[in-house]
């Protein structure tokens, strides 16, 4: 059997072992939506120390564990800290928690970021719902022998952010008179932040924000067939956007800044989408 595949298994053979949930959605907290577990009935946790093989995710602010729970009566799946492609890992280890999410039930993925932002307008704390990405900077995570009884060898990758999603959070966010900003996301390698000159590039390219995370994700759970949305939290201003250098304190204090409405703009879309789902 193929490696990946095979370690895909074995990872959702050890989940079954220990828990006995099944979610509708998969969210993944970045930085600023920590104490987002607060939201959550919780009725299991899974360290990923305890998931055979399993990557474990060494990022400051990033715990590393799966929470289970409900969030009113929507059963959900959290990662409370993403494997990043910057910690060495590789790529197909970077994506295995979104795909063994899918597994476990998950039929949407709720991505979350902290970013570097350059759209027009974007201030530090800005959020920007992502209506597209640029992958073309980060390993592709799909790239090896395709494994077909996760998806095609060449997924379509036209509408990866569901666009009625994108429509239920857009009507969240305007009943809720949080200011959403729009816009495409980059996905870099990291750890390094960005010169002047690629957030030039980036921008010209036609994207508003940039992170080390997310994109790689959101290709793995889109050949998998998860409906999928994303939403940023512009934590800085990129580089040759504002004096400031960049720096992982400014991130973390911007964060920290608007993570009361950040998790109330995920939690009500949560639910909006939930409802959707139970309902069908
Ligand atoms: N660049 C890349 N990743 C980031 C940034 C940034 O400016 N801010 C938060 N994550």
Same mark, same amino acid.
């Not at 907290?29 to 009725?43: C, P, R, T």
């Not at 509408?159 to 809720?176: C, F, G, M, P, S």
């Given at each position: ?12 053979? &050890? ?6 949930? *099944?979610?509708?959605? /998969? ?6 939506? /920590? ?5 959550? @009935? ?77 759209? @027009? ?17 980060? +390993? ?51 750890? *390094?932040?960005?010169? +002047? ?15 080390? *995370? ?10 998998? /067939?998860?409906?999928? &949305?994303?939403?940023? &939290? ?28 950040? &998790? ?17």
């Amino acid at each position: 059997m193929n490696q990946v595949y095979e370690k895909l298994m074995n990872a959702y053979r &050890c989940f079954k072992e220990q828990i006995d949930f *099944s979610p509708k959605i /998969g969210l993944v907290l970045g930085s600023g939506l /920590g104490s987002f577990a607060q939201e959550v @009935d919780v009725k299991a946790v899974l360290p990923y120390s305890q998931i055979d093989g399993f990557p474990v995710s060494t990022a400051p602010g990033h715990a590393g564990r799966f929470v289970f729970g409900f969030i009113k009566d929507v059963p959900v799946v959290l990662m409370q800290g993403r494997i990043h492609y910057y910690e060495g890992y590789d790529i197909t280890d970077v994506v295995l928690p979104e795909r063994l999410m899918k597994l476990m039930g998950a039929e949407v993925l709720f991505l979350t970021n902290a970013a570097g932002g350059f759209g @027009d307008g974007f201030t530090p704390g800005t959020l920007m719902m992502i209506t597209d990405h640029i992958s073309c900077f980060a +390993p592709n995570p799909l790239v090896g022998q395709n494994i077909e009884e996760l998806g095609p060898r060449f997924p379509d990758m036209s509408d990866v952010y569901d666009k009625e999603l994108q429509q239920v959070i857009r009507q969240v966010a305007v009943r809720e008179r949080i200011d959403l900003r729009e816009g495409v996301y980059a996905q870099l390698t990291g750890p *390094s932040f960005e010169t +002047p000159a690629e957030i030039h590039m980036l921008k010209s390219l036609g994207a508003s924000a940039c992170g080390m *995370s997310t994109v790689v994700e959101a290709i793995a759970a889109n050949h998998m /067939g998860m409906k999928i &949305c994303g939403i940023s &939290c512009i934590t800085n201003m990129a580089a040759g956007f504002s004096d400031r250098k960049q720096t992982q304190e400014e991130v973390m204090e911007t964060a920290d800044r608007v993570e009361k409405v950040f &998790c109330r703009l995920v939690r009500e879309s949560i639910l909006a989408i939930g409802r959707q789902i139970l309902a069908s």
